[in-house]
């Protein structure tokens, strides 16, 4: 997990963003909690946030609705989204010693999800986690978050804080890349909203079942591949089923 160079389309999608999030908890739209039955004693389903989900499907359905509060923006958004997607497969693939466009042959990022998450203030932060610790099922995702911090990762046995850089881009390596994806989590606040957008990457929707492993070209005697072949379904179903256990889904596919 590391930042990116600093994006301004990602600020002005994250603004956008707090708008839509708090318009929807506010009319209690599907997918959302209401603010009295929020927090209990317990860990929360999804952590007691708010999660729209935007994917590729539903940005061409948005074209059909002219008076979608962000549809201008999310679309615009997403186009940057997708151009940085090209160069950071290019710059992935020639820092691995392929050729440039060998992640973009295999397709294996060529489907977008965007997230937009919001957190809502919790009167007992200590009793629950706005997200709970897990490591991403995507190839690649990058994240934009506000101010208000809270993001950490799981480095040498500890949490360490990820402090915000104003308007700069997270990446973060997913699992079906099969490298050491880094596990985080979300503190919840007592005091304060907290919005971030993540967008994730995955293979194209042609290719849901196509088996990926580990790259041929970078395999030897000395350093043989450490997990079998997996497709994104295959992947994504042991992921749902494995979820609550709070382990590694990866290391169910160690070789």
């Known amino acids: 997990?590391?930042?990116?160079k600093?994006?301004?389309?990602?600020?002005?999608?994250?603004?956008?963003?707090?708008?839509?999030?708090?318009?929807?908890?506010?009319?209690?739209?599907?997918?959302?909690?209401?603010?009295?039955?929020l927090f209990r004693k317990t860990t929360l389903p999804l952590g007691g946030m708010l999660w729209v989900s935007i994917?590729?499907?539903v940005l061409w359905t948005?074209?059909?609705?002219p008076s979608f509060a962000v549809r201008k923006e999310v679309s615009e958004y997403m186009k940057h989204m997708i151009k940085l997607r090209d160069v950071l497969s290019e710059l992935l693939s020639e820092a691995l010693g392929l050729s440039s466009d060998h992640l973009a042959r295999i397709e294996c990022m060529e489907s977008e999800h965007l997230s937009c998450l919001y957190y809502p203030p919790c009167p007992e932060p200590n009793l629950t986690l706005g997200l709970l610790k897990h490591s991403d099922t995507t190839f690649f995702t990058t994240v934009v978050q506000d101010d208000k911090?809270?993001?950490?990762?799981f480095h040498q046995d500890q949490w360490v804080n990820?402090?915000?850089?104003?308007?700069?881009?997270?990446?973060?390596?997913?699992?079906?890349?099969?490298?050491k994806s880094a596990e985080h989590r979300v503190l919840a606040r007592c005091v304060g909203s907290r919005v971030s957008t993540a967008c994730c990457f995955f293979p194209s929707s042609s290719h849901l079942f196509k088996p990926y492993g580990p790259i041929k070209e970078l395999l030897s005697e000395t350093n043989p591949p450490l997990y079998r072949e997996v497709s994104n379904m295959e992947y994504t179903t042991a992921y749902q089923k494995n979820v609550r256990h709070r382990t590694s889904t990866l290391?169910?596919?160690?070789?």
């Open 149 to 153: 911090g809270g993001l950490q990762v």
């Open 162 to 179: 990820v402090l915000p850089v104003p308007g700069a881009l997270l990446a973060n390596i997913g699992d079906l890349m099969q490298f």
């Open 1 to 4: 997990m590391g930042y990116l």
């Open 55 to 57: 994917s590729r499907m």
């Open 62 to 65: 948005l074209k059909l609705y």
């Open 6 to 37: 600093p994006l301004d389309a990602s600020m002005s999608n994250l603004k956008r963003t707090r708008c839509i999030c708090i318009l929807q908890m506010d009319a209690k739209a599907s997918g959302s909690i209401p603010s009295t039955e």
């Open 251 to 255: 290391a169910l596919f160690k070789l």
